[in-house]
């Protein structure tokens, strides 16, 4: 079965740091490209990072770019969001998502409806 679980979420102050991870099992990240998003309350669910099955390429949101920093790990088959200088507009309930690519390229995707497959997501609220 295959299945992504996100871990590190939490309470953290207004310029702090945190790092999410996520898991997956039942399949290998290696031909997947990898995304983290995120929804708040009464919004959209919104496109926060990307990464390319290559790793060589990342895309970033406006709002969080300079700030934040997606990586993946493919013999852990792991990918990370680390987050620095959090802010309170950061609070939402983060989620990883993995597209099925096939072969090692250099593509983004920005857009929750390009995903295959989804986390449970984890709570992250900056609050002082």
């Known amino acids: 079965q295959l299945q992504l679980v996100e871990s590190g979420g939490g309470l953290v102050q207004p310029g702090g740091s945190l790092r999410l991870s996520c898991a997956a099992s039942?399949?290998?990240?290696?031909?997947?490209?990898l995304g983290w998003f995120r929804q708040a309350p009464g919004q959209e669910r919104e496109g926060v990072a990307a990464i390319s099955t290559s790793g060589e390429t990342t895309d970033y949101a406006g709002s969080v770019k300079g700030r934040f920093t997606i990586s993946r790990d493919n013999a852990k088959n792991m990918v990370y969001l680390q987050m620095n200088s959090l802010e309170p507009e950061d609070t939402a309930v983060y989620y990883c998502?993995?597209?099925?690519?096939?072969?090692?390229?250099?593509?983004?995707?920005?857009?929750?409806?390009?995903?295959?497959?989804w986390g449970q997501g984890t709570q992250v609220t900056v609050s002082s």
């Open positions: 039942g399949f290998t990240l290696d031909d997947y490209a």
């Open positions: 998502a993995a597209i099925a690519v096939g072969f090692i390229d250099y593509a983004l995707y920005m857009k929750a409806d390009e995903y295959d497959y």
